[in-house]
Antibody, heavy 122, light 109 residues
Framework: EVQLVESGGGLVQPGGSLRLSCAAS????????MQWVRQAPGKGLVWVSR?????????YYGDSVKGRFTISRDNAKNTVYLQMNSLRADDTAVYYC??????????????WGQGTLVTVSS | QAVVTQEPSLTVSPGGTVILTCGSS?????????PYWFQQKPGQAPRTLIY???DKHSWTPARFSGSLLGGKAALTLSGAQPEDEADYYC?????????FGGGTQLTVL
């Protein structure tokens, strides 16, 4: 059974940092690109970041987080991370981890976690 | 960053057909944008229905189909069911990063 379990969310002050984790199981993690998307309360989905498979040498970011967020991965732990710095109130959202693509063509954006809530407030 | 546009809301009758569209501020949407379509119901994570313009996952009901239509990506729902009432999002790839549209709230009434 495929599972993606996000953790690390919580309350943080503006300007602070937080690291989200997403533990994966049930599929070939190292061969999969992974992604993060977020959703502010009552708002739409916003694409955040994606990282390439294997050594994670390619990473892409949405304009709203570029320069503040960093995505990384640890294939030994089957985990993808999102390091979030210089947090702002408008970063408040549920953050979802998902598989962006697997090693075969039909494995496209097929798995999602249940999300972790990040609240940026003083 | 490009802006992806969707209809804010649409209504379809049970059994009816509705087309949701997804446009790009950079011009016509093509297969090179690898359009995806997602369904999201309240309190749930998104669920991917369509990838790469028109490919379906095993869980995608046959009544949903994806295409390119008039310079936009399109999601067609034929034979709407009450359980199809949800928010629908498209996303487009821009040579690496992706961008979501603002979403379409679909009412089946």
């Amino acid at each position: 059974e495929v599972q993606l379990v996000e953790s690390g969310g919580g309350l943080v002050q503006p300007g602070g940092s937080l690291r989200l984790s997403c533990a994966a199981s049930g599929f070939t993690f190292s061969s999969s690109w992974m992604q993060w998307v977020r959703q502010a309360p009552g708002k739409g989905l916003v694409w955040v970041s994606r990282i390439s498979s294997d050594d994670g040498s390619y990473a892409y970011y949405g304009d709203s987080v570029k320069g503040r967020f960093t995505i990384s991965r640890d294939n030994a732990k089957n985990t993808v991370y999102l390091q979030m710095n210089s947090l702002r109130a408008d970063d408040t959202a549920v953050y979802y981890c998902g598989r962006d693509k697997g090693p075969i063509p039909r494995e496209r954006s097929d798995y999602w976690g249940q999300g972790t809530l990040v609240t940026v407030s003083s | 960053q490009a802006v992806v546009t969707q209809e804010p809301s649409l209504t379809v009758s049970p059994g009816g057909t509705v087309i949701l569209t997804c446009g790009s501020s950079t011009g016509a949407v093509t297969s090179d944008h690898y359009p995806y379509w997602f369904q999201q119901k309240p309190g749930q994570a998104p669920r991917t229905l369509i990838y790469d313009t028109s490919d379906k996952h095993s869980w995608t009901p046959a009544r949903f189909s994806g295409s390119l239509l008039g310079g936009k990506a399109a999601l067609t729902l034929s034979g709407a069911q009450p359980e199809d009432e949800a928010d629908y999002y498209c996303s487009l790839s821009y040579s690496g990063p992706r961008v979501f549209g603002g979403g379409t709230q679909l009412t089946v009434l």
